[in-house]
Nanobody, 124 residues
Framework: VQLQASGGGLVQAGGSLRLSCAASGRTFRIYGIGWFRQAPGKEREFVSVSNWSGTTTSYADSVKGRLTISRDNAKNTAVYLQMNSLKPEDTAVYYC?????????????????WGQGTQVTVSS
């Protein structure tokens, strides 16, 4: 499984971005897609997760109500993270990851496949 994250950029506080995660290869192995982020000097933290069908999702408390994870039903191999009302503390490198274990997982160790990351910078 290969993952390609894109869509990051520089945005002012209150603005929006949409991140994309494109999966290729043996996508039948994917049970869920998670988004994580890592700010300089901090550990990688959970942001959001969706099962592969898009019917079950979960969010970190810090992003609830502002970020939305969704699957592209037309492109069965794409997952998006719509980010609204962005704050400076959302600044980080955002990674998408795929889990080959059935379930909704909130920790990085449950994900076998990782994309390269995309930088999100929110200015105040």
């Amino acid at each position: 499984v290969q993952l390609q994250a894109s869509g990051g950029g520089l945005v002012q506080a209150g603005g929006s971005l949409r991140l994309s995660c494109a999966a290729s290869g043996r996508t039948f192995r994917i049970y869920g897609i998670g988004w994580f982020r890592q700010a300089p000097g901090k550990e990688r933290e959970f942001v959001s997760v969706s099962n592969w069908s898009g019917t079950t999702t979960s969010y970190a408390d810090s992003v609830k109500g502002r970020l939305t994870i969704s699957r592209d039903n037309a492109k069965n191999t794409a997952v998006y993270l719509q980010m609204n009302s962005l704050k400076p503390e959302d600044t980080a490198v955002y990674y998408c990851a795929a889990s080959s274990s059935d379930g909704i997982w909130l920790t990085p160790d449950r994900y076998a496949y990782w994309g390269q990351g995309t930088q999100v910078t929110v200015s105040s």
